[in-house]
């Protein structure tokens, strides 16, 4: 486990953030599931995808997968993606949040929420700031690039 800095792109300030993890070995079984919606964003070419391990913090989910695009139609085209290849899977969401706007797409698979920002939706909801205690899950044990 580590511990990095991270600079935001928009004040330049350097901050630290969450620890980097491997999901523990309960979680393993929704590994597939977070594998698939994190290749589907990144075949989509979704930004700084990141994966946030929630669980010791709150109740209401286990893991947000937290991706932006450069326009309306990309972020919407990465929604499009992730609900396409999670189907394939037998995964359907509980509710999808958003997607007209394209600003901020919210999907909720109930143990995973994807979400889909515009890249200045991103920067002012900072997700990644707010749930700084949340583990960081290293894209590699994800399957993502």
Known sequence: M???????????????SAPVTAPPAEDQEYLPTLQ?????ADEKKAQEIVVLRLSAITSFTDYFVICSGASSRQ????????????????VRPLST??????????????????????????HFYDLERLWRDAERVPLPVVGGQ
């Open 2 to 16: 580590s511990e990095t800095t991270v600079q935001n792109p928009i004040t330049h300030q350097f901050t630290e």
């Open 97 to 122: 949040e958003g997607y007209q706007n394209a600003e901020w797409v919210l999907i909720d698979y109930g143990p995973m929420v994807v979400h889909i920002f515009s890249e200045e939706s991103r």
């Open 36 to 40: 698939t919606a994190v290749s589907a």
């Open 75 to 90: 972020v919407q085209a990465i929604a499009d993606e992730v609900l396409a290849q999670l189907k394939q899977r037998g």
